[in-house]
């Protein structure tokens, strides 16, 4: 990978990597996540491996969005790695064949 297209994607990995370690320590902290627990009646619940911790509203719904962030920057990050990867490769395919428009 060109150390251009590292200096798009870097910050996307460590992005996602911070992310991704928030995510799990506060998951540990308030009960689980919201994706994987329920919400009904009025009540909310986070689940961890089938452990359910009732929480409040405000506590459900920012763990649902924040699970969904985990799911954008994991993907924005292995998205662009592996475009930026391929972009580089034919970039340097175009240059060594001398079609590259330099």
Do not use: C
Not at 69 to 86: D, E, K, N, Q
């Amino acid at each position: 990978m060109s150390r251009t297209a590292r200096r798009y994607w870097q910050p996307l990995f460590y992005l996602a990597f911070v992310n991704f370690a928030v995510f799990w320590v506060v998951a540990a902290k308030i009960g689980g996540d919201a994706v994987s627990g329920r919400a009904g009646d009025g009540r909310y619940f986070l689940s961890d491996h089938g452990v359910r911790t009732e929480v409040s509203r405000s506590v459900y719904n920012y763990s649902l969005v924040h699970t969904v962030s985990v799911w954008a920057t994991h993907g924005l990050a292995v998205g662009g790695g592996l475009l930026l990867y391929a972009l580089g490769r034919l970039y340097e395919s175009q240059s060594a064949s001398g079609t590259g428009g330099d």
